[in-house]
């Protein structure tokens, strides 16, 4: 078994994490993943309102009795989500673990901690790490450039930014973007990490509610087949490389803003990549962790598989190379 700061902080048997994914953080595979010994968060705004999330929270405690948490993204908008709304959901729901991401979460902490929750924040930069320690959270999930979804505008890959933030952190990292497997934990592991957050990995496992073809897709693609697109809009997401990331890179090279692009990019094509399994719906987070995945297994099975082959790697391979 591997003990870390997190496994003792968060009280999981396992250092692997099951990040917030819209639309795919759903009590079946929240509940496999905890029940495999790791740590699983429902995705609050996948779900369309405060009391649907309760249902969720209580679906998912009906699959498993192990510890798991709840994603709240906090992200500016015309017409933003009720977020304390959410989080009271979440507080009155008995919830013990939080995930936070996006904007600054400190208005939302004095009602967290006085709840007993703890509290994860996701950052892309050491220096908001930094700030999260300082307003007190509980500990960070620091994403590396080659992560999906956002990695923030530096372009830090998680070899430097890893140790970088670990080197100034006193509370337990969680190493993500490009985690897939036993080698991936043990590196993090020697970089100063707690642990490691994986989604795309999780995406590719037999409990994840997506569609087959986009499993199979997964598969299929290497490191090579993802997009960065909103890049001239600050606002960097690593997502598929498919038709219509693609169409999204080259009206962006020819000077398009995001008015050029909103429809392709909305939210409910990309659902429909998930659901129907049309591969060009829309677009879809992927990291560049694709090509490190070979199969579909069971969240069991991948748990299992990785906690068994970290201990060797460590215990038989690196110790065999000290003189």
Request: negative net charge; charged residues 20%; glycine residues 10%.
């Amino acid at each position: 078994m591997l003990r870390t700061r997190f496994t003792e902080t968060f009280g999981i048997e396992h250092p692997i994490v099951q990040g917030g994914m819209m639309h795919v953080g759903r009590a079946q595979l929240v509940a496999a993943v905890a029940n495999a010994g790791g740590l699983g968060f429902i995705t609050a705004l996948t779900q369309p309102t405060p009391d649907d999330l309760r249902r969720e929270i209580e679906r998912t405690r009906e699959l498993t009795d192990k510890p798991f948490g709840v994603n709240v993204t906090i992200l500016p908008s015309i017409n933003p989500p009720p977020y304390e709304e959410y989080a009271q959901a979440i507080i009155e729901s008995g919830v013990k673990i939080v995930e936070t991401a996006g904007s600054n979460p400190e208005p939302f902490l004095p009602h967290y901690k006085a709840a007993g929750i703890k509290v994860l924040h996701k950052c892309t930069s050491v220096r908001h790490a930094v700030k999260a320690q300082k307003i007190g959270v509980d500990g960070v999930s620091i994403d590396g450039f080659e992560c999906a979804g956002h990695p923030g505008e530096d372009d830090v890959p998680g070899l430097v930014l890893i140790p970088a933030a670990t080197k100034v952190l006193d509370i337990p990292v969680i190493a993500s973007g490009g985690f897939a497997d036993a080698r991936g934990l043990v590196a993090a592991l020697a970089l100063g990490a707690d642990g490691v957050n994986m989604g795309t990995r999780f995406l590719c496992t037999q409990e994840s509610q997506i569609h087959q073809k986009v499993k199979e897709q997964i598969v299929a693609h290497t490191e090579r087949d993802t997009q960065l697109i909103f890049r001239t809009m600050n606002n960097t997401a690593r997502v598929a490389n498919n038709e219509i990331s693609r169409k999204v890179v080259e009206i962006e090279a020819a000077g398009g803003v995001f008015e050029d692009v909103k429809d392709l990019v909305a939210g409910a094509r990309g659902r429909r990549v998930f659901d129907e399994g049309d591969l060009d719906a829309g677009i879809w987070s992927a990291g560049q962790v694709q090509g490190l995945i070979d199969d579909i297994p069971s969240c069991g099975e991948l748990i299992s598989r990785i906690v068994n082959e970290a201990e060797t790697l460590i215990n038989s391979r690196l110790g065999s190379m000290v003189a």
